[in-house]
């Protein structure tokens, strides 16, 4: 064998031995590059649960309602001059008040007579006018007065009648608007805010600022109307005249004439309390602030025999 043929003989079987290992080599697969993550912080936050049936609609912000003002006149004798929200009869808040669950409370409006003059008239909460389904019967809770400026504590519940805080039954958004009476204090104005925050206003009818004398209505469940509560903010500042003892001064305070708005139902219920020169009245009290009552079915039976004695 030529030395040529021996070199073509090696360069086809070194060739041939190539082509076999390669046919039966195993696959091999790239890795896949993979970028190392960017640590992201975490925030661990706990779980809350809105409980079944709750509504917690989002209160308006700004409103077209605009709103006066009017001199109101200082009666109460707190020397130095209690702030209105820790006045137990200008905030209802600070009271509260309890369910009254016996089961012989009639859930309806009753009668204990009429009044001479017509009282406010919850039916004109709403418009149109409308007795709403009584969703709640509560007591209010009484009060153990502190000297001022300090406003005391909550004591037992109040006893004189069954009822001293009603619920009415409402949709979330509904409008509500002051109680129309037969009282004016003038102008065209039928009450004075004695207090107002996020949830609730104090209405009084009269120029007095104070529940002591007249009619006052407490109106809870409330978003109160933005424009009505930065005017009462305004005028509630504790550098305001309000804050000055001088009894029998006057100095301004919001003023409103029936029917006008002054806020919308936060949720499924608003809470009524009428106090009148003092006292919590009941305000199932179907002759006096149902007179306005249109398409209400009820009889108003007499009111439980019964309710000074517990």
Same mark, same amino acid.
């Given at each position: ?20 290992? @390669? ?165 065209? @104005? ?57 009894? @029998? ?62």
């Amino acid at each position: 064998m030529t030395i040529y043929r021996l070199t073509l003989y090696l360069t086809f079987l070194l060739l041939g031995v190539y082509l076999v290992g @390669f046919a039966f080599s195993p696959t091999v697969t790239a890795e896949p590059v993979v970028a190392t993550p960017t640590p992201v912080a975490r925030v661990h936050l706990p779980l809350i649960l809105k409980p079944v049936g709750s509504v917690s609609p989002a209160c308006p912000t700004s409103s077209t309602n605009s709103y006066a003002q009017g001199p109101a006149t200082q009666t109460d004798g707190d020397n130095p001059v209690r702030p209105a929200n820790a006045h137990a009869d200008k905030n209802l808040a600070l009271r509260g008040y309890v369910a009254n669950t016996d089961p012989t409370l009639r859930r309806e409006l009753v009668d204990y007579g009429g009044a001479p003059v017509q009282p406010p008239q919850f039916a004109t909460l709403f418009s149109p006018n409308s007795v709403p389904p009584l969703s709640s019967f509560s007591r209010v809770y009484d009060w153990k007065w502190s000297p001022s400026p300090e406003p005391g504590s909550r004591d037992a519940p109040l006893t004189e009648y069954r009822v001293t805080a009603l619920g009415l039954q409402v949709s979330p958004g509904d409008v509500v608007h002051v109680p129309t009476s037969a009282y004016d204090i003038g102008q065209g @104005f039928e009450v004075i805010v004695l207090h107002a925050d996020e949830r609730r206003v104090a209405l009084h009818y009269g120029r007095e600022d104070s529940a002591a004398g007249g009619y006052t209505v407490h109106i809870e469940g409330l978003c109160t109307d933005p424009n009505l509560l930065a005017l009462y903010n305004q005028l509630n500042a504790t550098n305001s005249p309000r804050y000055v003892y001088s009894p @029998f001064s006057q100095y301004p305070l919001p003023v409103l004439p029936a029917g006008k708005p002054i806020g919308v139902a936060r949720g499924k219920e608003v809470v009524v309390a009428i106090v009148d020169s003092g006292r919590f009245m009941d305000p199932r009290s179907c002759h006096e602030w149902w007179q306005i009552r249109p398409g209400y079915t009820g009889t108003c039976p007499p009111h439980e025999l019964s309710a000074l004695s517990e």
